[in-house]
């Protein structure tokens, strides 16, 4: 059963849905030089973003990860690195335009048809 597609349309009267759009990593191309080049396959969708809880405070200090972190809830499949399959966080863009890595997914309803992610702000590229 998709409980967060049950509760999304409720919890939006609260705090309004955004939307997203996730690069979805599927592995890497490997050049001559030996350098690496990721390959990401776009897809943009509905979310419930929020901040925190303090479980989620906790796995995120467990993880040593720094920074301004959000909990995402959405319909459909997403992953941090996946070190097994060669892939890198899956990135996520905001209506803002910042960029975010998934850096933990502590429900993972494959089953079910959703997910959240934990989401960390990264450093905006420099040119552009």
Excluded at 14 to 35: E, K, M
Excluded at 98 to 106: D, E, K, N, R, Y
């Amino acid at each position: 059963m998709n409980l967060h597609a049950i509760v999304a349309p409720i919890i939006a009267v609260i705090n309004p849905q955004s939307t997203l759009t996730i690069a979805v990593s599927s592995g890497y191309t490997t050049n001559p030089d030996g350098s690496r080049i990721p390959q990401y396959t776009l897809t943009t969708l509905v979310a419930d973003v929020q901040g925190l809880d303090a479980a989620s405070l906790r796995m995120v200090e467990g993880l040593n990860i720094q920074g301004i972190s959000r909990r995402v809830w959405v319909n459909g499949q997403y992953a941090g690195v996946v070190r097994a399959a060669f892939k890198g966080g899956d990135l996520v863009t905001d209506e803002s335009g910042q960029q975010w890595l998934i850096t933990a997914v502590p429900e993972g309803w494959d089953k079910s048809g959703w997910c959240s992610f934990v989401m960390t702000l990264q450093k905006p590229q420099k040119g552009g």
